[in-house]
């Protein structure tokens, strides 16, 4: 299969797989045909999803059963109007009907926006007027559904209410009674390949989120991620921790790796509990695993050694920085070296940890070669080695396959990151003498103290180090004399949340001082019951900032 969409597949290095790799990228390029029907022609039989959940139900769907049950989502689809362009939200979990409906979503063109569960009523009511949603597939569990209903008044483009169960509401219509006296499908003619196909809102840590828009030719990015990244091939049996409502899922849930002809694992649980997930490792066998790296600190509290998991025999790091701390420990406890990968909800994987590097930990690892990725000071100039920049990906000459389109009804924003020939990531990194890159943060986040830049992901990394820190966040505060301070926001652990106070300030002062140069630790020390979070989990620093101006 993979073999149809790149120059090569194998690669002896490196410098072999950044100096030759290439994407062929075909007309009219769509995944659910030239991928999930593809392969059910080849081998219908093979295990596309093994689908379990939390009550100890367990399906398992061959690539044969994906074309047969996205075919008839997509003839329902149909059947009510929804055809090329119209945009339709799925909040549907980890619930198998997520990867029928997106695929058949493909298949007929409409435009496929997967959210959180943890949605609002006004959030919805913003989605749904922003990108004039025309119909919602949900999961019929009473808090999800009572938001979408109280939406409706608010949001005229929304025309259909669509339950997968298991309840159905008034006025909703049965997913798997209407699939099933759907017609037989009839394939539309193909999309062109920048069409739009995928649409994120963008969970910014100010304002409302932006629109995140990929086209068809998306998917073909994510052979980096699934192939090249993840190492997977068609043994694999691999499952990334994820919500199909964030980017991660595309990352690691669907598109590179089906390519790549893994099986998909999927756990569908309502809340993460470490040893859950590690009996279903154990059970199930699974080979590949992608995570945040708190889900492993999680893990290793837990205690590895209770379980057999002797069946895994790759683990990948995602969706926050990696703190040396966590990698030394897995690393020591499993043999496992954890492989980090890097990007946004606007690329593929970007930088990463790629089967051939040796692993540092705490690097992000080497660039993606589909992606022309450099690093250049405020105003465009490329930095030396050591030196912090921000990371770019040139889209000049030719625009890189996988990275998004724009904006979605945004030109402003749009042209904000797109400039000089490349996207802007806002993110600033280091590159080292041997090629590898260093995160320090996001622009807006680096600290500015008499002549130092002080990322906080690196003071971060040091104070979890700390056994009273639980979580934690470095943001900057003015300082007459400096221009700014470090200021540590931590949660403690439950051992010592009742040492608060000025004697565990300095011990945790003189801890970072010893772990990481001196000049970085926090000469301001807050002690908190929680962070303030943005509803993807991501620690907000911009209210901590903006609460400090209060003060």
Same mark, same amino acid.
């Given at each position: 299969?993979?073999?149809?969409?790149?120059?090569r597949?194998?690669f002896?290095?490196?410098?072999?797989?950044?100096?030759n790799f290439?994407?062929?990228v075909?007309e009219?390029f769509?995944?659910?045909?030239?991928?999930?029907d593809a392969?059910a022609?080849?081998?219908?039989?093979?295990v596309?999803?093994?689908w379990?959940?939390?009550?100890g139900e367990?399906?398992d769907f061959?690539?044969a059963?994906i074309?047969?049950e996205?075919d008839?989502?997509?003839?329902f689809f149909?059947s009510?109007g929804?055809?090329?362009g119209?945009m339709?939200?799925?909040i549907?979990k980890?619930?198998?009907?997520?990867?029928?409906?997106?695929?058949?979503l493909h298949?007929?063109g409409a435009?496929?926006?997967?959210?959180t569960?943890?949605?609002?009523n006004?959030?919805?009511?913003?989605?749904c007027? !922003?990108a004039?949603i025309?119909?919602?597939?949900?999961v019929g569990e009473?808090?999800?559904?009572?938001?979408i209903d109280?939406?409706?008044?608010?949001?005229?483009s929304?025309?259909?209410?669509?339950?997968?169960?298991?309840n159905?509401?008034?006025?909703w219509?049965?997913?798997?009674?209407?699939?099933?006296?759907?017609?037989?499908?009839?394939a539309p !003619?193909r999309?062109?390949n920048d069409?739009? +196909?995928l649409?994120?809102? $963008?969970?910014?840590t100010?304002?409302?989120?932006?629109?995140?828009?990929?086209?068809?030719?998306?998917?073909?990015?994510h052979?980096v991620t699934?192939?090249?990244?993840h190492?997977?091939?068609?043994?694999?049996?691999h499952?990334?921790v994820?919500?199909?409502?964030w980017?991660?899922?595309?990352w690691?849930?669907?598109?590179?790796?089906?390519?790549?002809?893994?099986t998909?694992?999927?756990?569908?649980?309502?809340?993460?509990?470490?040893?859950?997930?590690l009996?279903?490792?154990?059970?199930?066998?699974v080979?590949?695993?992608?995570a945040?790296?708190t889900v492993?600190?999680f +893990? +290793?509290k837990?205690?590895?050694?209770?379980?057999?998991l002797s069946s895994?025999?790759?683990?990948f790091i995602?969706?926050?920085?990696?703190?040396?701390?966590i990698?030394e420990d897995?690393?020591?406890?499993?043999?496992i070296?954890l492989?980090?990968?890097?990007?946004?909800?606007?690329?593929?994987?970007?930088?990463?940890?790629f089967?051939?590097?040796?692993?540092?930990?705490?690097?992000?690892g080497?660039?993606?070669?589909?992606?022309?990725i450099d690093?250049v000071?405020?105003?465009?100039?490329?930095?030396?080695e050591g030196?912090q920049?921000?990371?770019i990906?040139r889209?000049?000459?030719?625009?890189p396959v996988g990275?998004f389109k724009?904006?979605?009804r945004?030109p402003?924003?749009?042209?904000?990151?797109?400039?000089?020939g490349?996207y802007h990531?806002?993110?600033?990194?280091?590159?080292?003498?041997?090629?590898?890159?260093?995160?320090v943060?996001? $622009?807006?986040?680096?600290i500015k103290?008499?002549?130092?830049?002080i990322?906080?992901?690196e003071v971060e990394?040091?104070?979890?180090?700390h056994?009273a820190v639980?979580?934690c966040a470095i943001t900057g505060?003015?300082?007459?004399?400096?221009?700014q301070?470090v200021?540590?926001?931590?949660?403690?652990?439950?051992e010592?949340?009742?040492k608060?106070g000025?004697?565990?300030?300095?011990?945790?002062?003189d801890?970072?001082?010893?772990?990481?140069?001196?000049?970085?630790y926090?000469?301001?020390?807050e002690?908190?019951?929680?962070m303030?979070?943005?509803?993807s989990?991501?620690i907000k620093?911009?209210e901590i900032?903006?609460?400090?101006?209060?003060?």
């Amino acid at each position: 299969m993979i073999e149809r969409f790149v120059n090569r597949v194998e690669f002896s290095s490196y410098e072999d797989f950044k100096d030759n790799f290439k994407i062929i990228v075909p007309e009219h390029f769509n995944f659910g045909y030239d991928v999930v029907d593809a392969w059910a022609e080849e081998q219908p039989n093979k295990v596309a999803l093994c689908w379990t959940n939390d009550k100890g139900e367990h399906i398992d769907f061959t690539f044969a059963d994906i074309k047969r049950e996205t075919d008839k989502t997509a003839a329902f689809f149909q059947s009510i109007g929804i055809g090329k362009g119209d945009m339709v939200m799925l909040i549907l979990k980890r619930r198998y009907e997520f990867w029928i409906s997106i695929i058949a979503l493909h298949k007929i063109g409409a435009i496929a926006i997967p959210a959180t569960y943890l949605l609002t009523n006004k959030d919805i009511i913003y989605r749904c007027n !922003a990108a004039d949603i025309k119909a919602i597939v949900a999961v019929g569990e009473e808090v999800i559904t009572k938001h979408i209903d109280d939406s409706v008044a608010e949001s005229p483009s929304l025309k259909y209410r669509i339950s997968v169960g298991p309840n159905i509401p008034e006025g909703w219509l049965d997913f798997h009674k209407e699939v099933e006296k759907a017609p037989t499908f009839v394939a539309p !003619a193909r999309n062109n390949n920048d069409d739009l +196909m995928l649409l994120y809102f $963008t969970s910014g840590t100010t304002g409302h989120p932006k629109m995140v828009v990929h086209t068809y030719t998306y998917p073909l990015g994510h052979i980096v991620t699934g192939k090249y990244w993840h190492n997977l091939n068609e043994q694999s049996l691999h499952l990334t921790v994820a919500d199909t409502g964030w980017a991660k899922c595309a990352w690691g849930k669907l598109y590179g790796q089906w390519i790549s002809g893994a099986t998909l694992f999927v756990y569908d649980h309502a809340k993460f509990n470490p040893a859950d997930m590690l009996k279903i490792i154990e059970k199930y066998k699974v080979n590949s695993f992608c995570a945040p790296p708190t889900v492993f600190r999680f +893990m +290793m509290k837990e205690g590895l050694e209770k379980y057999d998991l002797s069946s895994l025999k790759q683990c990948f790091i995602a969706g926050e920085p990696l703190n040396p701390v966590i990698y030394e420990d897995f690393r020591r406890e499993t043999g496992i070296k954890l492989m980090e990968g890097f990007g946004q909800t606007e690329t593929t994987v970007s930088i990463a940890t790629f089967p051939w590097l040796e692993p540092k930990p705490g690097s992000m690892g080497k660039p993606n070669p589909n992606f022309q990725i450099d690093l250049v000071t405020p105003d465009g100039q490329p930095v030396e080695e050591g030196e912090q920049g921000e990371v770019i990906i040139r889209t000049e000459p030719t625009r890189p396959v996988g990275l998004f389109k724009e904006y979605y009804r945004n030109p402003e924003k749009t042209a904000e990151v797109f400039y000089d020939g490349a996207y802007h990531t806002g993110d600033i990194a280091w590159r080292d003498e041997d090629g590898y890159y260093w995160f320090v943060g996001r $622009t807006d986040d680096v600290i500015k103290s008499s002549g130092y830049r002080i990322g906080p992901f690196e003071v971060e990394s040091a104070l979890l180090t700390h056994p009273a820190v639980l979580e934690c966040a470095i943001t900057g505060v003015p300082d007459e004399i400096r221009g700014q301070v470090v200021k540590a926001t931590i949660v403690l652990t439950k051992e010592y949340k009742d040492k608060a106070g000025d004697e565990l300030v300095k011990e945790i002062q003189d801890h970072v001082k010893h772990t990481t140069a001196p000049y970085k630790y926090p000469r301001v020390v807050e002690f908190v019951d929680e962070m303030p979070k943005t509803i993807s989990g991501k620690i907000k620093r911009s209210e901590i900032r903006e609460e400090d101006k209060k003060r």
